[in-house]
């Protein structure tokens, strides 16, 4: 058992652990944060998964036919911004429900990268590490946090902005009111679907530049499998969160580090059963989720479609 | 707004339940025809785009799910546990739930059948049956989880279900790697071989034989399981209950049918349906009747897929799931043309999408010209 634990603090005093934490936790949070805008207007975007491959596929082609990380990165926002609008326009628009329109354009997005991809086969290039002087010499998060690819940094005022936007904008003001009370918020003169969508837009331009960071700013390649279901990991944070920006900064964290201890535990050496230990943010997701969700903190028209003059 | 809201539809004036059916009728048949081309038309596009005929592409898929030697009792064959998961994802959604986890259960089903297949020892009939039944009912259990968790905990089964199917991929890489699990033990096989033992011949499904074409018994056993799902849901009182949960849990609430029990039954069977897909795919020799860890090969998904194109009719998942399964072996043919078999995936997901946007035109077309209606009386 002491042996345990010593792993244990071995594992969580390594930096290893820490970097990869913060690299698969800050990836998670770019889609987070937008899904968590888009889940306080009162919908659910399981598109977000889709989002993210094609933010990571436009950005990949982005780079590939101009070398440069910035234009890379914004294909990836335009990408994300794409399915986003799909998702938008079927179910806030016309009523297909929402589930149904976020899967299916998760099969597209799956379909169309893996057929450009063939034909394409662009190449990426990891981004250049930026140490930020004087912040990188912390020790332990340090490195994790402040020696990372400048695209990481991106994810830093996002933060604040998010914030903002949610809680200091008129905006913001009625994405929240629209996610609560659809019907009061329509009688006060708010055009209810109008918001959702420009709330899974921004969500969708969070997302697709995640996808661009986790190709151009993490894995330097590009892979149709390289989200892998980590879009639904994000949306289990924003639950895990309590439909809180910091709460879903911490979901997405932590669910960063269940991911990073499949990369770090073999790392360091030791054997564990590399199949738990790539269920485990899943399984800890479900874990939460059943910890948490009756405590109804979450918006009270979450995923109820709004129609004028039904209900 | 307010009008529409204290007016019940019924009230509308007598002119507009006159001219609406026919009117309706012909607008959605050319929104649906419209759809439809759309979404072909931008496959085709896609294909010339990248400089290929899309005539040699149509002719391709053609030749490989129907027209070759062999081909279309293979496509029966595929189309088989695709039926079997839309109907699943049907009556699922007939409670209003939606189960989204059915790549999942389906591993789960075809594990539990590999377990009895390979692990059990008894007559060859009876290890298949008891495989089916138990892969059945390893699929329902799994999406039975999910509906413990919506009931006793309020966790949204869309979430959950698709957050199983990632811990199912993992626990069935564990079991075809695991040696007291399902790894294949026989030393002349390479050690690093991750598959289960073979299904022994006598607990393969039988196969019929017809004008050079074979396919599985089970595409027979899945379409009579698709006409009792239409009766059931159709005609009896359990599933009058499951559609009234559907439609309006409050009147299912007043009218004393408990969410909890019957939307729980209805996951449970939603699984089950999947685990048999599982059970009867490796029975009916997928993969050469061996578990592997890539097993389900987006059969789950695209059987969900297949229940939304239907738009949740069982009847008419037969002829959907048979053109999906055609898209996919057809794809097998697409090599020689030079065109990625991705395109098939793309072609499935534009389908879903075009033929969801006619209903929810239609639907928003008709309260707007209700809400005028009725606006239009009270002026």
């Known amino acids: ?311 | 707004m307010t009008a529409a809201d204290t007016q019940p539809p019924a009230a509308a004036p007598p002119q507009f339940v006159a001219e609406g059916p026919w009117r309706t009728r012909g607008e959605m048949a050319l929104l649906y025809v419209a759809s439809i081309l759309g979404a072909l038309g931008l496959s085709a596009l896609l294909v010339a785009m990248t400089g290929h005929s899309w005539q040699r592409v149509f002719g391709a898929l053609l030749d490989g799910a129907f027209l070759a030697p062999g081909r279309w009792g293979n496509t029966l064959t595929v189309a088989m546990p695709m039926l079997l998961v839309a109907l699943g994802t049907v009556v699922a959604v007939r409670a209003g739930l939606f189960n989204i986890g059915q790549e999942g259960q389906l591993l789960m089903g075809a594990m539990l059948m590999a377990v009895a297949g390979t692990k059990m020892e008894g007559p060859g009939v009876l290890l298949l049956v008891v495989g089916l039944v138990l892969g059945a009912f390893a699929g329902g259990a799994f999406a039975g989880i999910s509906a413990v968790m919506r009931y006793r905990r309020g966790v949204p089964e869309v979430i959950s279900t698709l957050l199983m199917v990632f811990v199912a991929l993992q626990l069935t890489g564990f079991a075809v790697i695991t040696a007291w699990f399902l790894r294949d033990n026989d030393p002349n096989r390479p050690q690093r071989a991750q598959t289960s033992a073979a299904l022994d011949a006598d607990t393969h499904l039988p196969e019929i034989h017809i004008l050079g074409n074979s396919f599985s018994l089970g595409v027979i056993l899945a379409v009579i399981l698709a006409l009792l799902v239409a009766f059931v849901l159709a005609r009896t009182v359990w599933g009058f209950r499951l559609r009234v949960l559907g439609h309006n849990p409050i009147v299912a609430q007043k009218i004393g049918i408990a969410a909890k029990h019957t939307g729980s039954r209805a996951l449970f069977i939603s699984g089950a349906f999947a685990g048999l897909a599982g059970a009867m795919m490796l029975a009916s020799g997928s993969s050469s009747y061996r578990f592997t860890p890539g097993f389900s090969t987006n059969i789950g998904w695209q059987g969900l897929l297949v229940a939304l194109l239907a738009r949740s009719r069982p009847i008419a998942c037969i002829p959907m799931a048979l053109l999906f399964a055609a898209l996919r072996t057809g794809s097998g043919f697409l090599a020689s043309t030079g065109v990625d078999r991705k395109i098939v995936d793309v072609t499935q997901a534009l389908l879903v999408l075009a033929l969801l946007i006619p209903p929810a035109v239609s639907f928003v077309r008709e309260r707007r010209r209700a809400v005028a209606a009725a606006t239009g009386d009270r002026v």
């Open chain 1, 1 to 311: 058992m002491s042996d345990f634990f010593s792993a244990l603090l071995d594992i969580f005093g390594s930096e290893t652990m820490y970097g990869s934490a913060v690299r698969l936790g800050g990836f998670l949070a770019f889609a987070a944060l937008g899904e968590l805008v888009a889940e306080k207007a009162g919908t659910i975007n399981i598109s977000v998964e889709g989002s993210l491959l094609a933010g990571a596929f436009a950005g990949t082609v982005g780079y590939h036919l101009t070398e440069s990380s910035v234009i890379g990165l914004a294909a990836g926002v335009f990408g994300g911004v794409l399915v986003a609008l799909i998702q938008a326009n079927m179910s806030h628009r016309l009523t297909a429900d929402q589930f149904v329109v976020g899967l299916t354009a998760n099969v597209l997005v799956i379909g169309l990268a893996g057929f450009f991809n063939a034909i394409i086969d662009p190449l990426a290039r990891r981004a250049m590490v930026v140490e930020i002087p004087g912040l990188v010499d912390i020790p332990l998060i340090g490195p994790a946090l402040f020696g990372q690819t400048w695209p990481t940094y991106l994810l830093y005022p996002l933060i604040p902005l998010t914030w903002w936007l949610l809680y200091r904008t008129r905006w913001g003001l009625e994405v929240r009111a629209v996610g609560e009370n659809p019907q009061a918020s329509d009688v006060s003169g708010i055009d209810v679907n109008k918001r959702r969508r420009q709330a899974i837009v921004y969500g969708g331009m969070l997302a697709g530049l995640g996808g661009a960071y986790l190709v151009l700013g993490q894995v330097g390649t590009f892979d149709t499998a390289a989200v892998g279901g980590r879009g639904f990991i994000a949306i289990a944070a924003v639950y895990f969160g309590g439909w809180t920006l910091g709460g879903t900064l911490l979901g997405a964290l932590v669910f960063g580090f269940a991911d990073a201890l499949r990369l770090t535990v073999p790392v360091l050496g030791y054997q564990f059963n590399a199949q738990m230990l790539a269920a485990l943010p899943y399984v800890l997701t479900i874990v939460v989720m059943l910890a948490i969700t009756k405590q109804n903190r979450q918006p009270k028209a979450l995923a109820q479609p709004f129609i004028r003059g039904l209900r």
